[in-house]
């Protein structure tokens, strides 16, 4: 174990070690020629089977590889993260972090390795840059960031065919998650995270455009927010 303190049973565990295993490991993905010079007694450990498994784990990276053309950007990537954790991922520009993060939310494919996602454990990503359509509103931007545009068209597709038991599951599944997500009362509250995020003086019908660049990052932050994910990846969030 790479945290010997009595309450760590698994790596990351232990918060008073939290900081210098955030350093180990965000050395060790760099996967440059002198990552394994800075901490030579972890050479070669594959962090998976260290880690071992717990039902706290609610996302997992193992042995990820990722090539661009000719240039591999990640190789035997291998990472944890357990409910209630928080951890910065810091290295150099082009070693792959953006890369990471849109793999470990589902965004991204992989050549080799596997990501272990709990069943209905919802990953939610914050990208660099803010992808709004021509002439979407604040609100069109937010239901559509919250998943709720889509469960939408779901509902009026699978409505057709109740009579069928496997639709009528089906669709009872995608209400169930339309309910928690609000959308019968998305309005109030995406004004109630918006007015968290001082945005409050933004009108939701305010075509996404018009935004400084400082609005739109918060709110898609915001739309990140009300999806409710147990799990938020920000890529260099400011």
Not at 3 to 16: I, K, L, M, V
Not at 78 to 96: D, H, I, R, T, Y
Not at 207 to 221: D, H, I, Q, T, Y
């Amino acid at each position: 174990k790479l945290c010997n303190s009595p309450e760590a049973g698994y790596f990351w565990e232990c918060q008073a070690c939290a900081s210098r295993n955030g350093r180990i490991l965000a050395s060790l993905l760099g996967n440059s020629e002198n990552s394994h010079k800075n901490y030579p007694e972890y050479s070669g450990v594959d962090f998976y089977e260290e880690m071992g498994y717990c039902s706290y784990l609610m996302l997992t990276l193992r042995n990820i590889r990722k090539t661009y053309g000719l240039h591999r950007v990640l190789e035997k990537v291998s990472f944890s993260l357990g409910e209630g954790q928080k951890v910065a991922l810091v290295g150099q520009n082009g070693v792959g972090k953006s890369t990471i993060l849109k793999i470990a939310a589902g965004l991204e494919t992989f050549e080799r390795g596997e990501r272990i996602v709990p069943n209905r454990c919802l990953v939610g990503y914050l990208p660099q840059e803010v992808g709004a359509l021509p002439q979407e509103t604040l609100l069109e931007y937010l239901r559509r960031m919250a998943g709720l545009a889509e469960l939408e068209k779901d509902m009026k597709r699978l409505e057709k065919n109740l009579d069928e038991e496997a639709i009528l599951a089906q669709f009872e599944l995608v209400a169930h998650d339309y309910e928690r997500l609000g959308g019968y009362d998305f309005e109030r509250r995406a004004k109630g995270v918006l007015e968290g995020l001082f945005l409050s003086h933004v009108g939701l019908d305010r075509p996404l455009a018009e935004l400084s660049g400082g609005e739109k990052r918060k709110a898609a932050l915001a739309g990140v927010l009300l999806r409710g994910v147990d799990i938020l990846l920000l890529d260099e969030p400011t």
